[in-house]
Protein backbone atom coordinates (compact mmCIF):
# COMPACT_ATOMS: atom_id res chain seq x y z
CA UNK A 1 0.00 0.00 0.00
CA UNK A 2 1.36 3.48 -1.03
CA UNK A 3 2.04 6.71 0.79
CA UNK A 4 -1.24 8.10 -0.67
CA UNK A 5 -3.96 5.20 0.50
CA UNK A 6 -2.69 5.21 4.02
CA UNK A 7 -2.97 8.83 4.01
CA UNK A 8 -6.78 8.30 2.79
CA UNK A 9 -7.34 5.41 5.16
CA UNK A 10 -6.23 7.73 7.54
CA UNK A 11 -9.13 10.04 6.59
CA UNK A 12 -11.32 7.85 6.95
CA UNK A 13 -10.94 6.55 10.07
CA UNK A 14 -11.05 9.93 11.34
CA UNK A 15 -14.47 10.70 9.20
CA UNK A 16 -15.65 7.37 11.15
CA UNK A 17 -14.40 7.97 14.39
CA UNK A 18 -15.39 11.61 14.82
CA UNK A 19 -19.02 10.30 13.66
CA UNK A 20 -19.30 8.07 16.37
CA UNK A 21 -17.89 10.50 19.01
CA UNK A 22 -20.67 12.68 17.65
CA UNK A 23 -23.56 10.29 19.17
CA UNK A 24 -21.76 9.81 22.87
CA UNK A 25 -25.03 8.13 24.78
CA UNK A 26 -23.60 9.84 28.11
CA UNK A 27 -23.45 13.00 26.26
CA UNK A 28 -26.69 13.04 25.23
CA UNK A 29 -28.75 11.49 28.25
CA UNK A 30 -27.32 14.34 30.26
CA UNK A 31 -28.66 16.62 28.21
CA UNK A 32 -31.84 15.52 28.25
CA UNK A 33 -32.72 14.37 31.88
CA UNK A 34 -35.28 16.62 33.62
CA UNK A 35 -35.23 16.85 37.40
CA UNK A 36 -35.62 14.01 39.89
CA UNK A 37 -38.92 13.51 41.36
CA UNK A 38 -39.43 14.86 44.79
CA UNK A 39 -39.96 11.49 46.29
CA UNK A 40 -40.22 8.13 46.08
CA UNK A 41 -38.34 5.32 44.02
CA UNK A 42 -36.01 6.49 40.66
CA UNK A 43 -35.76 2.72 39.21
CA UNK A 44 -33.14 2.81 36.02
CA UNK A 45 -34.35 0.35 33.21
CA UNK A 46 -31.00 0.95 31.09
CA UNK A 47 -30.59 -1.72 28.15
CA UNK A 48 -28.93 -1.68 24.49
CA UNK A 49 -25.21 -1.15 23.62
CA UNK A 50 -25.13 1.92 24.88
CA UNK A 51 -26.86 0.73 28.37
CA UNK A 52 -23.50 1.55 30.59
CA UNK A 53 -22.80 4.76 29.69
CA UNK A 54 -26.17 6.16 29.26
CA UNK A 55 -26.97 4.69 33.44
CA UNK A 56 -23.28 6.33 34.27
CA UNK A 57 -25.00 9.63 33.30
CA UNK A 58 -27.54 9.20 35.51
CA UNK A 59 -25.68 8.09 38.34
CA UNK A 60 -23.72 10.96 38.01
CA UNK A 61 -26.53 13.84 37.00
CA UNK A 62 -28.54 12.18 40.04
CA UNK A 63 -25.95 11.72 42.57
CA UNK A 64 -27.78 13.14 45.70
CA UNK A 65 -30.79 11.15 45.26
CA UNK A 66 -29.60 9.61 49.34
CA UNK A 67 -30.81 6.19 48.26
CA UNK A 68 -33.37 6.53 46.34
CA UNK A 69 -31.99 5.38 43.14
CA UNK A 70 -31.49 1.99 41.93
CA UNK A 71 -32.04 -0.11 38.34
CA UNK A 72 -30.26 -2.37 36.50
CA UNK A 73 -28.17 -1.98 32.79
CA UNK A 74 -27.97 -4.65 30.42
CA UNK A 75 -25.07 -4.88 28.15
CA UNK A 76 -23.08 -7.02 25.40
CA UNK A 77 -19.99 -8.00 26.57
CA UNK A 78 -18.32 -7.53 29.70
CA UNK A 79 -19.94 -4.26 31.11
CA UNK A 80 -18.31 -2.16 33.18
CA UNK A 81 -19.98 -1.36 36.94
CA UNK A 82 -21.57 1.08 38.49
CA UNK A 83 -22.13 2.70 41.97
CA UNK A 84 -25.59 2.08 42.39
CA UNK A 85 -26.85 0.60 39.03
CA UNK A 86 -26.64 -3.01 38.52
CA UNK A 87 -24.95 -4.14 34.92
CA UNK A 88 -25.08 -7.87 34.09
CA UNK A 89 -24.08 -8.89 30.49
CA UNK A 90 -26.50 -10.68 27.65
CA UNK A 91 -25.88 -11.65 23.91
CA UNK A 92 -26.25 -9.60 21.03
CA UNK A 93 -27.04 -10.24 17.96
CA UNK A 94 -28.36 -13.91 19.07
CA UNK A 95 -29.93 -14.05 22.65
CA UNK A 96 -28.57 -16.74 25.44
CA UNK A 97 -29.75 -17.94 28.77
CA UNK A 98 -28.44 -14.87 30.03
CA UNK A 99 -30.51 -12.56 27.62
CA UNK A 100 -33.96 -14.39 29.04
CA UNK A 101 -32.91 -14.07 32.89
CA UNK A 102 -32.13 -9.94 32.31
CA UNK A 103 -35.28 -9.69 31.13
CA UNK A 104 -36.98 -11.83 33.44
CA UNK A 105 -35.13 -9.61 36.14
CA UNK A 106 -36.45 -6.28 33.97
CA UNK A 107 -40.02 -7.53 34.27
CA UNK A 108 -39.77 -8.33 38.25
CA UNK A 109 -38.45 -4.71 38.76
CA UNK A 110 -41.31 -3.31 36.76
CA UNK A 111 -44.09 -5.25 38.55
CA UNK A 112 -42.61 -4.41 41.99
CA UNK A 113 -43.37 -0.71 40.86
CA UNK A 114 -46.38 1.32 42.30
CA UNK A 115 -48.21 4.65 41.49
CA UNK A 116 -45.75 6.26 43.95
CA UNK A 117 -42.69 5.30 41.71
CA UNK A 118 -40.53 6.69 38.94
CA UNK A 119 -39.21 4.81 36.18
CA UNK A 120 -36.61 5.87 33.94
CA UNK A 121 -36.18 3.71 30.63
CA UNK A 122 -32.57 4.17 28.94
CA UNK A 123 -33.03 2.59 25.23
CA UNK A 124 -30.45 1.98 22.78
CA UNK A 125 -30.17 -0.36 20.07
CA UNK A 126 -29.58 -4.16 20.55
CA UNK A 127 -31.84 -4.47 23.37
CA UNK A 128 -34.13 -6.28 21.29
CA UNK A 129 -31.75 -9.52 21.84
CA UNK A 130 -30.32 -8.23 25.15
CA UNK A 131 -33.57 -8.69 26.49
CA UNK A 132 -35.24 -11.86 25.57
CA UNK A 133 -37.69 -13.46 27.65
CA UNK A 134 -40.27 -15.69 24.91
CA UNK A 135 -44.11 -15.24 25.84
CA UNK A 136 -46.61 -18.15 27.04
CA UNK A 137 -44.51 -21.22 27.33
CA UNK A 138 -42.25 -20.80 23.96
CA UNK A 139 -38.84 -22.02 24.55
CA UNK A 140 -35.95 -19.88 24.33
CA UNK A 141 -34.33 -22.31 22.16
CA UNK A 142 -37.45 -21.74 19.83
CA UNK A 143 -37.25 -18.27 20.32
CA UNK A 144 -33.34 -18.11 19.51
CA UNK A 145 -33.79 -20.18 15.99
CA UNK A 146 -36.46 -17.93 14.78
CA UNK A 147 -34.71 -14.66 15.39
CA UNK A 148 -31.84 -16.33 13.49
CA UNK A 149 -33.77 -17.83 10.67
CA UNK A 150 -34.92 -14.19 10.29
CA UNK A 151 -31.81 -12.63 10.61
CA UNK A 152 -30.27 -15.17 8.24
CA UNK A 153 -33.20 -14.66 5.47
CA UNK A 154 -32.76 -11.30 4.43
CA UNK A 155 -35.49 -9.43 6.76
CA UNK A 156 -35.27 -6.08 7.14
CA UNK A 157 -35.20 -4.62 10.53
CA UNK A 158 -38.56 -3.68 10.94
CA UNK A 159 -40.01 -7.29 10.14
CA UNK A 160 -37.86 -8.73 12.34
CA UNK A 161 -39.06 -6.52 15.52
CA UNK A 162 -42.58 -7.03 14.17
CA UNK A 163 -42.03 -10.70 15.23
CA UNK A 164 -39.72 -10.48 18.28
CA UNK A 165 -42.66 -8.07 19.56
CA UNK A 166 -45.13 -10.80 19.75
CA UNK A 167 -43.37 -13.73 21.14
CA UNK A 168 -41.92 -11.60 24.05
CA UNK A 169 -42.94 -10.73 26.85
CA UNK A 170 -41.57 -6.85 27.43
CA UNK A 171 -41.62 -5.83 23.70
CA UNK A 172 -43.86 -4.14 22.07
CA UNK A 173 -45.26 -2.01 24.85
CA UNK A 174 -45.29 -5.05 27.20
CA UNK A 175 -42.40 -3.36 29.85
CA UNK A 176 -45.04 0.04 30.18
CA UNK A 177 -47.63 -2.13 31.15
CA UNK A 178 -45.68 -4.00 33.57
CA UNK A 179 -44.33 -0.40 34.51
CA UNK A 180 -47.94 1.05 35.00
CA UNK A 181 -49.03 2.53 37.37
CA UNK A 182 -46.00 4.04 37.97
CA UNK A 183 -44.88 7.25 35.95
CA UNK A 184 -41.84 6.38 33.78
CA UNK A 185 -39.96 8.43 31.00
CA UNK A 186 -38.34 6.78 28.31
CA UNK A 187 -34.83 8.14 26.62
CA UNK A 188 -33.83 6.05 23.61
CA UNK A 189 -31.24 6.40 20.88
CA UNK A 190 -32.05 5.11 17.88
CA UNK A 191 -30.47 2.76 15.54
CA UNK A 192 -33.33 1.93 13.01
CA UNK A 193 -33.87 3.64 10.04
CA UNK A 194 -36.72 6.17 10.42
CA UNK A 195 -36.19 6.66 14.30
CA UNK A 196 -39.87 4.86 14.49
CA UNK A 197 -40.04 4.33 18.73
CA UNK A 198 -42.27 1.26 18.00
CA UNK A 199 -39.16 -0.36 16.33
CA UNK A 200 -36.14 1.09 18.44
CA UNK A 201 -35.31 -2.25 20.42
CA UNK A 202 -38.96 -3.36 19.50
CA UNK A 203 -40.45 -0.67 21.41
CA UNK A 204 -40.92 -2.03 25.16
CA UNK A 205 -42.43 0.82 26.38
CA UNK A 206 -44.61 2.46 23.24
CA UNK A 207 -47.53 1.15 21.79
CA UNK A 208 -47.33 -1.26 19.12
CA UNK A 209 -49.18 -0.56 15.77
CA UNK A 210 -48.09 -3.77 14.29
CA UNK A 211 -50.40 -6.95 14.84
CA UNK A 212 -50.42 -10.53 14.86
CA UNK A 213 -51.13 -10.64 11.30
CA UNK A 214 -48.53 -8.71 10.61
CA UNK A 215 -46.29 -11.25 12.43
CA UNK A 216 -48.01 -14.21 10.56
CA UNK A 217 -47.64 -12.45 7.63
CA UNK A 218 -43.57 -12.06 8.34
CA UNK A 219 -43.41 -15.27 9.05
CA UNK A 220 -44.63 -16.25 5.98
CA UNK A 221 -43.04 -14.70 3.46
CA UNK A 222 -39.20 -15.70 4.89
CA UNK A 223 -40.91 -19.34 5.05
CA UNK A 224 -39.86 -19.31 8.83
CA UNK A 225 -41.31 -21.88 11.22
CA UNK A 226 -42.61 -23.42 8.44
CA UNK A 227 -41.68 -27.37 9.28
CA UNK A 228 -41.96 -27.26 12.68
CA UNK A 229 -44.05 -25.16 14.81
CA UNK A 230 -43.94 -25.06 18.39
CA UNK A 231 -45.96 -26.55 20.78
CA UNK A 232 -47.89 -24.01 22.75
CA UNK A 233 -49.78 -23.68 25.89
CA UNK A 234 -52.33 -21.28 25.20
CA UNK A 235 -55.12 -19.80 26.60
CA UNK A 236 -58.20 -20.98 26.06
CA UNK A 237 -60.28 -18.80 23.47
CA UNK A 238 -63.36 -21.04 23.07
CA UNK A 239 -63.90 -23.72 20.34
CA UNK A 240 -61.92 -24.97 18.02
CA UNK A 241 -64.16 -24.00 15.24
CA UNK A 242 -64.41 -20.19 16.42
CA UNK A 243 -60.71 -20.39 17.09
CA UNK A 244 -60.31 -21.68 13.71
CA UNK A 245 -62.47 -18.93 11.97
CA UNK A 246 -60.49 -16.46 13.99
CA UNK A 247 -57.11 -17.85 12.59
CA UNK A 248 -58.28 -17.63 9.39
CA UNK A 249 -59.94 -14.26 9.28
CA UNK A 250 -57.12 -12.83 11.00
CA UNK A 251 -54.36 -14.23 8.80
CA UNK A 252 -56.21 -14.04 5.51
CA UNK A 253 -53.05 -15.70 3.73
CA UNK A 254 -55.34 -16.05 0.75
CA UNK A 255 -56.79 -12.76 0.05
CA UNK A 256 -60.01 -13.37 1.74
CA UNK A 257 -61.99 -10.20 2.80
CA UNK A 258 -62.55 -9.77 6.74
CA UNK A 259 -66.52 -10.25 7.20
CA UNK A 260 -67.11 -12.71 4.60
CA UNK A 261 -69.65 -15.57 6.20
CA UNK A 262 -67.19 -18.66 5.43
CA UNK A 263 -63.22 -19.02 5.84
CA UNK A 264 -60.62 -21.35 4.37
CA UNK A 265 -58.24 -22.51 6.98
CA UNK A 266 -54.91 -23.24 5.85
CA UNK A 267 -52.52 -25.04 7.74
CA UNK A 268 -49.13 -23.17 7.55
CA UNK A 269 -46.22 -23.67 9.78
CA UNK A 270 -46.60 -19.92 10.61
CA UNK A 271 -50.30 -19.83 11.97
CA UNK A 272 -49.32 -20.50 15.40
CA UNK A 273 -47.88 -16.92 16.67
CA UNK A 274 -52.15 -16.37 15.74
CA UNK A 275 -53.12 -17.73 18.70
CA UNK A 276 -50.79 -15.59 20.85
CA UNK A 277 -51.90 -13.06 23.29
CA UNK A 278 -51.74 -9.27 21.39
CA UNK A 279 -49.36 -6.36 22.32
CA UNK A 280 -50.98 -2.86 23.76
CA UNK A 281 -52.08 -0.88 21.29
CA UNK A 282 -52.66 3.08 21.12
CA UNK A 283 -55.05 4.26 23.36
CA UNK A 284 -54.30 1.75 26.15
CA UNK A 285 -54.62 2.99 29.29
CA UNK A 286 -51.00 1.84 30.47
CA UNK A 287 -49.28 4.48 28.26
CA UNK A 288 -50.90 7.18 29.78
CA UNK A 289 -48.43 7.62 32.45
CA UNK A 290 -45.72 7.06 30.06
CA UNK A 291 -43.54 9.68 27.95
CA UNK A 292 -40.97 9.44 25.27
CA UNK A 293 -38.04 11.04 23.90
CA UNK A 294 -36.00 10.51 21.40
CA UNK A 295 -32.73 11.71 22.27
CA UNK A 296 -29.90 10.67 19.54
CA UNK A 297 -30.67 9.16 16.06
CA UNK A 298 -28.04 7.85 13.35
CA UNK A 299 -28.43 11.54 11.71
CA UNK A 300 -26.58 13.26 13.38
CA UNK A 301 -23.43 11.02 13.02
CA UNK A 302 -23.63 11.28 9.22
CA UNK A 303 -23.85 15.25 9.71
CA UNK A 304 -20.90 15.12 11.43
CA UNK A 305 -19.28 12.62 9.03
CA UNK A 306 -20.46 15.32 6.33
CA UNK A 307 -18.98 17.79 8.69
CA UNK A 308 -15.29 16.16 8.64
CA UNK A 309 -14.98 15.24 4.92
CA UNK A 310 -15.73 19.06 3.73
CA UNK A 311 -13.11 19.91 6.65
CA UNK A 312 -10.36 17.41 4.50
CA UNK A 313 -11.36 19.23 1.59
CA UNK A 314 -13.55 16.47 0.04
CA UNK A 315 -16.79 17.68 -1.50
CA UNK A 316 -19.86 15.67 0.65
CA UNK A 317 -22.15 14.03 -1.70
CA UNK A 318 -25.08 12.27 0.53
CA UNK A 319 -26.07 8.98 -1.07
CA UNK A 320 -28.75 8.56 1.47
CA UNK A 321 -29.42 8.76 5.29
CA UNK A 322 -31.67 5.76 5.63
CA UNK A 323 -30.83 2.94 2.91
CA UNK A 324 -31.97 -0.46 3.92
CA UNK A 325 -31.88 -3.18 1.59
CA UNK A 326 -29.43 -6.70 0.24
CA UNK A 327 -25.45 -5.81 1.23
CA UNK A 328 -23.86 -6.80 -1.73
CA UNK A 329 -26.66 -5.46 -3.50
CA UNK A 330 -26.00 -1.99 -2.51
CA UNK A 331 -22.06 -2.32 -2.29
CA UNK A 332 -22.28 -3.35 -6.24
CA UNK A 333 -24.66 0.10 -6.96
CA UNK A 334 -22.11 2.58 -5.20
CA UNK A 335 -19.53 1.03 -6.93
CA UNK A 336 -20.66 2.24 -10.42
CA UNK A 337 -22.13 5.17 -8.80
CA UNK A 338 -18.41 6.27 -7.92
CA UNK A 339 -17.25 5.08 -11.10
CA UNK A 340 -19.59 7.24 -12.77
CA UNK A 341 -18.39 10.17 -10.69
CA UNK A 342 -14.41 9.88 -11.40
CA UNK A 343 -14.62 12.44 -13.92
CA UNK A 344 -15.66 15.15 -11.73
CA UNK A 345 -14.20 18.08 -10.75
CA UNK A 346 -12.52 18.24 -7.53
CA UNK A 347 -12.41 15.13 -4.85
CA UNK A 348 -15.74 14.35 -3.41
CA UNK A 349 -16.48 11.78 -0.80
CA UNK A 350 -20.14 10.25 -1.03
CA UNK A 351 -21.34 9.60 2.31
CA UNK A 352 -24.66 7.27 3.23
CA UNK A 353 -26.24 5.57 6.35
CA UNK A 354 -29.41 3.22 7.27
CA UNK A 355 -28.81 -0.86 8.00
CA UNK A 356 -28.41 -3.10 6.09
CA UNK A 357 -29.31 -7.32 5.69
CA UNK A 358 -27.30 -10.02 4.50
CA UNK A 359 -29.09 -13.34 3.51
CA UNK A 360 -26.79 -16.13 4.39
CA UNK A 361 -26.40 -18.42 1.62
CA UNK A 362 -22.74 -19.54 2.14
CA UNK A 363 -20.70 -21.13 4.92
CA UNK A 364 -19.39 -17.37 6.00
CA UNK A 365 -20.35 -15.55 8.96
CA UNK A 366 -21.89 -12.78 6.52
CA UNK A 367 -21.72 -8.91 8.46
CA UNK A 368 -23.30 -6.37 6.16
CA UNK A 369 -20.79 -3.40 6.46
CA UNK A 370 -17.91 -6.01 5.25
CA UNK A 371 -20.03 -7.92 2.55
CA UNK A 372 -20.69 -4.30 1.37
CA UNK A 373 -17.25 -3.06 1.12
CA UNK A 374 -16.10 -6.64 -0.77
CA UNK A 375 -19.07 -6.11 -3.55
CA UNK A 376 -17.69 -2.60 -3.63
CA UNK A 377 -14.28 -3.68 -4.33
CA UNK A 378 -15.17 -6.26 -6.59
CA UNK A 379 -17.16 -3.70 -8.58
CA UNK A 380 -14.75 -0.87 -8.53
CA UNK A 381 -12.02 -3.49 -9.93
CA UNK A 382 -9.23 -1.64 -8.76
CA UNK A 383 -9.70 1.59 -9.69
CA UNK A 384 -6.59 3.92 -8.68
CA UNK A 385 -8.85 7.27 -7.58
CA UNK A 386 -11.07 5.36 -4.91
CA UNK A 387 -11.04 4.82 -0.68
CA UNK A 388 -13.49 3.50 1.15
CA UNK A 389 -15.03 2.31 4.52
CA UNK A 390 -17.97 0.95 5.81
CA UNK A 391 -18.33 0.88 9.57
CA UNK A 392 -21.36 -0.27 11.98
CA UNK A 393 -21.23 2.44 14.73
CA UNK A 394 -21.32 0.08 17.53
CA UNK A 395 -18.55 -1.59 16.40
CA UNK A 396 -19.85 -5.32 15.87
CA UNK A 397 -20.69 -5.65 11.97
CA UNK A 398 -22.78 -8.96 12.45
CA UNK A 399 -21.44 -12.26 14.41
CA UNK A 400 -18.48 -11.73 16.16
CA UNK A 401 -15.26 -13.84 15.01
CA UNK A 402 -14.05 -17.11 16.01
CA UNK A 403 -12.49 -15.87 18.95
CA UNK A 404 -15.31 -13.92 19.68
CA UNK A 405 -13.91 -10.39 19.08
CA UNK A 406 -16.00 -8.05 17.54
CA UNK A 407 -15.06 -6.50 14.29
CA UNK A 408 -16.58 -3.03 12.95
CA UNK A 409 -16.28 -3.20 9.32
CA UNK A 410 -13.88 -2.52 6.75
CA UNK A 411 -12.04 -0.32 4.25
CA UNK A 412 -11.31 -0.91 0.52
CA UNK A 413 -8.17 0.46 -1.47
CA UNK A 414 -7.35 0.57 -4.69
CA UNK A 415 -4.76 -2.53 -4.34
CA UNK A 416 -7.36 -4.65 -2.79
CA UNK A 417 -8.19 -7.07 -5.00
CA UNK A 418 -4.16 -7.64 -6.00
CA UNK A 419 -3.43 -7.88 -2.35
CA UNK A 420 -5.82 -10.38 -2.09
CA UNK A 421 -5.14 -12.30 -5.47
CA UNK A 422 -1.40 -12.75 -4.20
CA UNK A 423 -2.62 -14.10 -1.22
CA UNK A 424 -4.71 -17.09 -3.21
CA UNK A 425 -8.16 -15.19 -1.67
CA UNK A 426 -10.78 -15.10 -4.36
CA UNK A 427 -12.89 -12.13 -4.08
CA UNK A 428 -15.83 -13.37 -5.87
CA UNK A 429 -15.72 -16.90 -3.98
CA UNK A 430 -15.93 -15.18 -1.19
CA UNK A 431 -18.86 -12.51 -1.44
CA UNK A 432 -20.59 -15.77 -2.76
CA UNK A 433 -19.79 -17.81 0.67
CA UNK A 434 -20.82 -14.95 2.66
CA UNK A 435 -17.24 -14.53 3.81
CA UNK A 436 -16.27 -11.27 3.68
CA UNK A 437 -15.07 -11.42 7.52
CA UNK A 438 -12.66 -14.16 6.01
CA UNK A 439 -11.16 -11.70 3.17
CA UNK A 440 -10.85 -8.41 4.94
CA UNK A 441 -9.54 -10.31 7.81
CA UNK A 442 -6.88 -11.68 5.70
CA UNK A 443 -5.93 -8.89 4.25
CA UNK A 444 -5.74 -7.20 7.56
CA UNK A 445 -8.21 -4.62 6.28
CA UNK A 446 -10.65 -5.14 8.84
CA UNK A 447 -11.45 -2.50 11.59
CA UNK A 448 -11.28 -3.64 15.00
CA UNK A 449 -11.85 -0.53 17.41
CA UNK A 450 -14.16 -2.57 20.22
CA UNK A 451 -17.28 -2.02 21.48
CA UNK A 452 -17.97 1.53 20.95
CA UNK A 453 -20.49 1.53 23.84
CA UNK A 454 -23.67 3.34 21.17
CA UNK A 455 -24.83 2.33 18.44
CA UNK A 456 -26.68 4.77 15.55
CA UNK A 457 -26.50 2.09 12.24
CA UNK A 458 -24.03 2.23 9.43
CA UNK A 459 -21.49 4.58 8.14
CA UNK A 460 -20.39 4.02 4.36
CA UNK A 461 -17.77 6.54 3.00
CA UNK A 462 -16.06 6.33 -0.20
CA UNK A 463 -13.36 8.95 -1.28
CA UNK A 464 -12.97 10.30 -4.86
CA UNK A 465 -9.84 11.85 -6.08
CA UNK A 466 -9.97 14.54 -8.53
CA UNK A 467 -8.84 13.47 -12.45
Not at 304 to 314: N, R, Y
Not at 370 to 397: C, I, N
Request: glycine share 10%.
Amino acid sequence: MNGHSKARGAQLIEIATRAIAAADPGLAVRKALPEPPAAGRVVVFAFGKAAVPMAAAVEDAWSDLNGRLSGLAVAPGEPASLNVIETIAAAHPEPDERSEAAARRMLDLANGLSQDDFALVLVSGGGSALLCAPIADLGLPQKKRITADLLASGATIHEINTVRKHISALKGGRLAAAIHPAQSLTLAISDVPGDDPAVIASGPTVPDPTTLHDAVMVLEKYRIERAHPPALTLPDRGSESVARAARAERVNLRGLEKGQETFRYVDTGALWISELPETPKPGDPVFETAQYQLIGAPRLALDVAIDTAKAQGFEPVVLGYEIEGEARELGAAHAQEALSRLQTDGPLALISGGELTVTLSGQGRGGPNREYALALALGLAGSARVHALAVDTDGADGAPTEDGSPVAGATVFPDTLDRAGALGLDAAASLADNDAGGFFSALGDDLRPGLTGTNVNDLRVILIDPS
